[in-house]
């Protein structure tokens, strides 16, 4: 992140999981990001899967609210995002 390693990931995750480098302040406004990958060559027979970087993800991190109602208002958690 701008110029500065901010993380690393090692290994291979399954389709859909995640890996997190890092969890870093940054200020509002522009900032540079990039992704490099380093280990074993790109190889003829190797699995192309073995060779990509998938996703990557930058988010905003809040505080975690713990929400708590009462037993008969179950409902009003449905359809919320929750995890």
Do not use: K, N
Request: aromatic share 4%; net charge negative; with cysteine.
């Amino acid at each position: 992140m701008d110029g500065r390693t901010i993380g690393t990931v090692d290994g291979m995750d399954s389709i859909g999981q995640w890996a997190q480098a890092a969890t870093i302040d940054m200020t509002a406004g522009r900032h540079e990001f990039a992704i490099s990958r380093g280990g074993a060559p790109r190889l003829p027979g190797r699995r192309l899967d073995e060779q990509l970087i998938g996703y990557a993800t930058l988010r905003e991190v809040g505080p975690e609210v713990l929400r708590t109602v009462p037993l008969a208002q179950w409902r009003s958690l449905c359809g919320q995002a929750a995890d």
